[in-house]
């Protein structure tokens, strides 16, 4: 009888994409270790039979200890999926987004997971496994006020592009989700413009926008499409969650358009025009 394929997957909080990924793998028969920067937020998965380990992804000693506790767990088998899941992202305008806080954010979506990849490539080899890096398709459109988290996952995309061509010939294959939107923790957090903002003109869409892209693909619903397509053979890319093929499409569009679709809709849905026009804007200047 063939041994359960074996998958780590980062940042399990139960709500999230990872919590919802790892209870779908493990129902697949999957052998499946699941790691949270809080052991108790997490603990609700050890009953359905999941290996918990404790990570904060943007802390090496932490990935340390978590790959020797990994190692252990393994018995010496290999890794088959590396499931690079823990981020976070911000909403915030491009000038005013504190450097603190860009820089724990591009520690957790980039470097974070370049360090993880990088120490489980010797469980990765032993079995020819997949490293899967949870994208979003806003590393490819211009999101206002998401630029430092859409610049992540631009990076991450462009690692894991090179990566790819790396790793391939000693067996070991890397595939980039494009995730669109999906309900989970994230929805939480509520950003509010400061009233010295520049963009303070346009408070109200800041705060509509930020309510509309809440919500997206229920998280299990979007666990069971990852899981499938993830088992299903090998991919370089997945595009899943809301918006995602239309991002896709309208992103392939504009390549061979003479003008961009995704600015100038952004900038209308934003009202982007009030600011040229807002008395605020005019004292600045002067
Ligand atoms: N939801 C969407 O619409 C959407 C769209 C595109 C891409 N994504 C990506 O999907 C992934 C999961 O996000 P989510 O929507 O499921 O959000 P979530 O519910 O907030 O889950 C994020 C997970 O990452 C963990 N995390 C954050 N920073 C970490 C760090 N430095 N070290 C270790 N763990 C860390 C969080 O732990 P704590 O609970 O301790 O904070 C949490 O477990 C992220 O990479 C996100 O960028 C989500």
């Known amino acids: 009888m063939a041994l359960p394929k074996i998958a780590l997957v980062t940042g399990c909080t139960p709500g999230g994409i990872g919590h919802a990924l790892a209870k779908e793998l493990r129902q697949r028969g999957l052998k499946v270790i699941a790691t949270g920067r809080t052991l108790e937020k997490i603990a609700g998965l ?8 404790a990570l904060t992804v943007d802390d090496p000693k932490s990935v340390a200890a978590c790959h020797e ?35 724990r954010m591009f520690g957790a979506n980039v470097l974070g997971v370049i360090n993880m990849c990088q120490t489980f490539l010797p469980e990765l080899l ?5 490293i899967v890096n949870v994208g979003s398709v806003a590393g490819h459109m211009p999101l206002p006020f998401m ?13 894991s592009e090179c990566l790819r061509v790396e790793v391939a010939p000693l067996g070991v294959k890397v595939t980039y989700v494009q995730t669109g939107n999906v309900r989970t923790n994230k929805d939480c957090t509520k950003y509010h413009l400061d009233k010295r903002s520049l963009w303070y003109p346009i408070k109200d869409t800041y705060e509509r926008e930020q309510e509309r892209a809440t919500g997206g693909m229920d998280s299990a619903d979007f666990a069971r499409r990852f899981a499938t397509r ?11 969650g809301e918006g995602s093929l239309m991002c896709r499409i309208i992103g392939a569009l504009e390549l061979y358009l003479p003008f ?27």
Request: hydrophobic share 40%.
């Open 46 to 53: 050890k009953e359905l039979g999941v290996d918990c380990v």
């Open 147 to 159: 630029s430092s988290y859409c610049a992540t996952k631009a990076a991450l995309h462009a690692y």
């Open 126 to 130: 032993v079995a020819n496994g997949t």
């Open 69 to 103: 506790e990994v190692v252990k767990l393994l018995e010496g088998k290999g890794l088959d999926y590396l499931v690079n899941n823990a981020g976070f992202a911000v909403f915030r305008p491009a000038t005013e987004t504190d450097l603190d806080e860009c820089k």
């Open 230 to 240: 993830m088992l299903g053979g090998y991919k370089h890319t997945i595009w899943i």
């Open 260 to 286: 961009r679709i995704f600015p100038f809709a952004f900038s209308q849905s934003y009202g982007m025009q009030r600011i040229a026009s807002s008395s605020k804007m005019n004292t600045w200047l002067t």
